[in-house]
């Protein structure tokens, strides 16, 4: 096989539709414009996804622990808010996405487009109206939980803590699953712990997803998934989001490459095809500055993003095709696979 040159790679990268399923984006625009920052999207995140050649970016509405849970939902409807105004100054730089169609007339027209989604149900409590607000404010991906317990069921945490019995969905949860379904918000399970994201693949009947995961048998922590749990969401027709933290993709930091994150590509394509995989890289270090000093200190060492921000992504796009990857299965994994369950979910 002839070797792939970063040339041949970038060029077959810039030719296709790529998609992050993840990244916390919105925690930092929130905070930032309240520090009087305007236009930070555009001046601080739209170059590097220019240079990474990234059209679509799911942006995470995340709610810190120190909020929940009586600030959930004003945090929730504040960084919703720094979005939609962040788009009102950068029109011609980006879009806030509802429909397929705004993702594919943006990338037309030269901008980025931006999904929206909730990373865990605090923001709802126990109010399932609220979903359907959410949906006209954009909302288009529901993760059940973080990894922590809210109304709709328990988290999966990324290491192991003192807790008492186990859950799986509430009756809030099963709810949920179905209004999400109805209103065309795709449920993704990532952060969700086993015993309910069992409960979801009873429940559901469209696509899911689990946006941000990566291969338990590669690296044993609760928040990647099973290999029965792969297969189950592909026979969903789902796909599960390739994640660039280093924590998730090898077992020690120094292990952590570009080369391990694509072991569970290889890991997952096996499994079940490359139909029903996609990226969530999940990119954190931006957001480093706000972690608590009391959970850096408990931290043995600090994670990191194996991908260097988006810039660096079509550095996947090289590794994948210096394997011997298919152009129709990268082109899958780089965010077709993602178009199609969008179409096939959102109204």
Same mark, same amino acid.
């Given at each position: ?7 041949? $790679? ?58 929940? *849970? ?19 100054? /950068? ?15 943006? !990338? ?17 409590? %126990? ?12 909302? !288009? ?6 990894? !922590?317990? %809210?109304?709709?069921? &328990?988290? /999966?945490?990324? $290491? *192991? ?45 469209? +696509? ?11 690296? +044993?922590?609760? !928040? ?27 077992? /020690? ?31 954190? &270090? ?16 600090? *994670? ?9 992504? *079509? ?21 077709? %696979? ?10």
């Amino acid at each position: 096989m002839a070797e792939v040159t970063v040339e041949q $790679a970038r060029r077959f990268h810039d030719g296709v539709h790529v998609l992050d399923g993840h990244f916390d984006l919105l925690m930092d625009v929130e905070i930032q414009r309240g520090y009087g920052r305007t236009k930070l999207i555009e001046t601080e995140y739209v170059p590097r996804f220019r240079q990474g050649g990234v059209h679509s970016v799911v942006a995470a509405v995340f709610v810190e622990d120190a909020f929940v *849970p009586e600030m959930a939902l004003r945090k929730a409807l504040n960084q919703v808010s720094a979005l939609h105004a962040e788009a009102a100054e /950068s029109g011609d730089q980006f879009v806030i996405a509802k429909h397929v169609h705004d993702l594919l007339t943006a !990338r037309q027209a030269g901008k980025v487009s931006f999904i929206l989604s909730l990373e865990g149900a605090e923001p709802l409590y %126990n109010d399932l109206g609220l979903l359907r607000i959410f949906y006209e404010l954009g909302v !288009r991906m529901l993760g059940l939980t973080w990894s !922590r317990r %809210n109304y709709a069921g &328990d988290g /999966s945490f990324f $290491a *192991p803590v003192r807790e008492g019995k186990k859950g799986g969905l509430t009756d809030f949860g099963v709810a949920l699953v179905e209004e999400a379904e109805r209103l065309g918000i795709v449920v993704d399970v990532s952060h969700l712990n086993d015993e309910g994201f069992w409960d979801v693949m009873e429940v559901a009947q469209k +696509p899911v997803i689990a946006s941000h995961s990566n291969c338990r048998s590669l690296v +044993p922590t609760m !928040r990647n998934l099973t290999d029965e749990q792969i297969k189950a969401i592909a026979a969903k027709d789902g796909l599960v989001g390739l994640n660039g933290f280093s924590m998730f993709t090898a077992s /020690s930091g120094a292990e952590a490459t570009i080369e391990r994150l694509v072991d569970h590509v290889d890991h997952m394509k096996k499994l079940v095809g490359s139909k029903h995989i996609g990226l969530g890289l999940d990119l954190c &270090d931006d957001l480093a500055k706000y972690i608590p000093l009391d959970k850096l200190a408990k931290a043995k060492e600090m *994670p990191f993003d194996v991908v260097k921000g988006h810039a660096s992504l *079509p550095l996947i796009t090289h590794e994948l095709m210096a394997r011997g990857y298919k152009d129709g299965e990268i082109e899958d994994i780089l965010g077709k %696979n993602y178009l199609r369950i969008y179409e096939e979910t959102w109204k």
